[in-house]
C-alpha cells in the first residue's frame, strides 16, 4: 500500500486529493492546524474512527511554520509521496500579510524538503506552484514563459519553485512542480471570487442579498475544475522523472464574464448586483492568465474536460441547494 503525505489536506485541493489517493488504494494522512474550532468540513465524510482496523485515512496536527515537527513528521511515517498544497492563497490578503505569506508559502516549501533530504527516505514530492508566478507575462504562458510575479503571494511562490528545482539538481530529489492555473469548485474559499460571485447568485435569488461587491472586472482568467486538477497531481508523481508542469484549460474569460454566467443560471442579470469598489482592488494587477498545457497532455495525458461557464453552473447550483437547504 503506497502512502501519502498531504499538507493543506483540509482546504479544496486537499479534500479532493485526499478522495482520490484513497479510491486508489493508498494510505492517506493529512497535516491539519490546532484550532479551537473545528475546520475539517471538507474532509468529514472521509474521516473514520481511527481504532477502525479498516481506516487509511488518518490526520495529524501540524503547520508547515513548524520545522521540527513536520521534520518528525516526515521521518516517521516516510511516505512514498508528500503533496505541499498548504500556503496562504489569498492573493489580496497577501498585501496586507506579506511576512507570514512568505513563512508559510515559502520557507515552508524548504522546511518539507530538508525534512526529505535529511531523514533520507526514498519519495516523490510535490509542490503546489501557481499560474500568478507569470504576473505581467502576456498569456498563453507556458512552462518556458518569463515570471513576473505581481503580488507577495506570487513572489513566496517563486521562491518555492525555484528552491524546488534546486533541490532536485543538487540532492536528487523527485521534486516536481504543477503549475496549475486557477481551479475552483463548489469546495472553493467563499473569499475567493469565483465563490463569492456563485454564492451571492444563490443569496440575492433567494432575497437573503441585496448587492455583490468586486474589484477588478476585467481581470481574465483561465478557470477549471478542481476535481479533475488533483489528478494531474497524481500523474505528475507517477513520472519516472521529476519535472514541472502547466495545469490549465487554455480557456480565458474575465470576472465579468463569470458573473454574467452564473447569474445567468438564476435568470439574473449580474449588471443589476455587481457594484465595482477600488477596495477590492489588488495594488499591482495580474490582468491576463491563460495557460498553455499541451506538455502535461503529451507526457501526462491529462487534459481538461470542464471549462469555465459549465464550472460557473456547477458552483451555482451548489450553493442554491446548499443556501435553499438552510432556509428550510
Avoid at 507577495?152 to 521562491?159: E, F, M, R, S, T
Avoid at 534546486?166 to 463548489?186: C, K, Q, V, W
Avoid at 474589484?215 to 478557470?223: E, F, Q
Wanted: aromatic fraction near 10%; glycine fraction near 6%; charged fraction near 25%.
Amino acid at each position: 500500500m503506497k502512502r501519502a503525505l498531504i499538507t493543506g489536506v483540509t482546504g479544496q485541493d486537499g479534500s479532493y486529493l485526499a478522495e482520490l489517493l484513497l479510491g486508489k488504494g493508498y494510505e492517506v494522512h493529512g497535516v491539519i492546524r490546532r484550532s479551537s474550532t473545528f475546520n475539517t468540513a471538507r474532509i468529514e465524510h472521509l474521516y473514520k474512527d481511527p481504532h477502525e482496523k479498516d481506516n487509511s485515512f488518518h490526520l495529524h496536527y501540524g503547520d508547515i511554520t513548524d520545522g521540527v515537527g513536520i521534520s518528525n513528521l516526515v521521518r516517521d511515517l516516510e511516505p512514498h509521496e508528500i503533496y505541499n498544497l498548504a500556503a496562504q492563497s489569498h492573493v489580496k490578503v497577501s498585501f496586507e500579510m506579506p511576512d507570514f505569506t512568505a513563512q508559510v508559502d515559502a520557507v515552508g516549501t524548504i522546511r518539507l524538503l530538508e525534512a526529505i533530504r535529511a531523514a533520507k527516505i526514498d519519495t516523490k514530492f510535490y509542490q503546489a506552484s501557481t499560474s500568478e508566478l507569470y504576473g505581467s507575462t502576456p498569456p498563453p504562458q507556458t512552462e518556458l514563459s518569463l515570471f513576473a510575479p505581481q503580488s507577495p503571494y506570487a513572489a513566496a511562490k517563486l521562491y518555492s519553485y525555484w528552491v524546488v528545482r534546486n533541490y532536485r539538481d543538487a540532492y536528487g530529489l523527485h521534486a516536481t512542480n504543477g503549475i496549475l492555473f486557477n481551479h475552483e469548485s463548489p469546495r472553493r474559499g467563499e473569499t475567493f471570487v469565483t465563490r463569492k460571485i456563485s454564492l451571492a447568485a444563490a443569496r440575492i435569488k433567494l432575497g437573503l442579498q441585496s448587492k455583490l461587491y468586486l474589484g477588478n472586472l476585467d481581470a481574465v482568467r483561465d478557470w477549471g475544475y478542481a476535481p479533475e486538477y488533483v489528478e494531474s497531481m497524481w500523474r505528475m508523481l507517477q513520472q519516472e522523472i521529476p519535472d514541472d508542469y502547466v495545469i490549465a484549460t487554455g480557456v480565458g474569460a474575465t470576472v465579468r464574464d463569470f458573473c454574467k454566467a452564473s447569474f445567468s443560471t438564476l435568470g439574473l442579470d449580474y449588471r443589476d448586483y455587481v457594484v465595482t469598489e477600488d477596495r477590492y482592488k489588488r495594488p499591482t494587477e495580474v490582468d491576463a492568465l491563460i495557460g498553455d498545457s499541451s506538455k502535461a497532455e503529451r507526457l501526462l495525458g491529462w487534459k481538461s474536460r470542464v471549462h469555465w461557464k459549465e464550472l460557473a453552473e456547477i458552483m451555482v447550483k451548489s450553493d442554491w441547494e446548499r443556501v435553499s437547504n438552510k432556509q428550510t
